[in-house]
């Protein structure tokens, strides 16, 4: 298995660029999780699915979109790039009844 | 809501000896704690997990963690480090009915020779 996989590893926009953060998991799980990481600040939750067609705003949605058209994809859609948006991504899936979170690489994004 | 706290940001600690790693959550309901280590440029990687029974938890790579109701507390243990513990390590929290889990700010343990 690979696992969770994330694309691109590295990415730089322009204010104002949009982009799709890709997350896929060949674990069949049923959960998926986006995050932030930020120096000092731990990660933040952004949106979460518990199943294909469902998803639901986490603690920092905003200027974020999801979708969860299947049980491996939960890509996350940047509209319109800020700097605040400067930030490590990571996905996240987990099986239910296991409460184990099983982290993607990350994707570095810087926002200029 | 939840909320989780690590009040040391950065611990040194020379190689085999003792550390632990603190971390104190608040919550109006019960919840399940857990503890990663996130390896530079990785992701993060689950290290031990309290659901409930015993209180004293068994991690991988010999950590171990003990859950304090009273002080609501859940604080890391390893009793002899390694240079290859060197990482950061954030506690996390989850309510028993939601899937909305809470991570700490982190902890950055740097073991030295």
């Known amino acids: 298995n690979a696992g969770v996989t994330q694309t691109p590893k590295f990415r730089i926009l322009k204010i104002g660029q949009s982009m799709t953060l890709q997350c896929a998991q060949d674990?069949?799980?049923?959960?998926m999780y986006w995050y932030r990481q930020d120096p000092g600040m731990g990660l933040k939750l952004i949106y979460y699915s518990v199943g294909a067609g469902i998803t639901d705003k986490g603690e920092v949605p905003n200027g974020y979109n999801v979708s969860r058209s299947t049980t491996e994809y939960f890509p996350l859609r940047l509209e319109l790039a800020a700097p605040s948006q400067t930030s490590v991504y990571f996905c996240?899936?987990?099986?239910?009844?296991?409460?184990?979170?099983?982290f993607g690489p990350g994707t570095r994004l810087t926002v200029l | 809501a939840q909320s989780v706290t690590q009040l040391d940001s950065q611990v040194p600690v020379f190689e085999e000896a003792p550390v632990e790693l603190r971390c104190n959550y608040s919550?109006?309901?019960?919840?399940?704690l857990f503890w990663y280590v996130q390896y530079p440029n990785q992701g993060l990687q689950l290290l031990l997990k309290y659901l409930s029974g015993s209180t004293l938890v068994k991690g991988i790579n010999g950590f171990e963690a003990e859950f304090n109701k009273s002080q609501t507390s859940f604080h890391l243990r390893k009793p002899s480090v390694h240079i290859s513990d060197t990482a950061e390590y954030f506690c996390a929290v989850r309510d028993n009915y939601g899937q909305n889990f809470v991570f700490g700010p982190g902890t950055r343990l740097s073991v030295l020779p």
């Open positions: 996240a899936s987990t099986r239910v009844g296991t409460d184990t979170q099983y």
């Open positions: 674990m069949n799980h049923n959960y």
């Open positions: 919550s109006s309901v019960s919840v399940y």
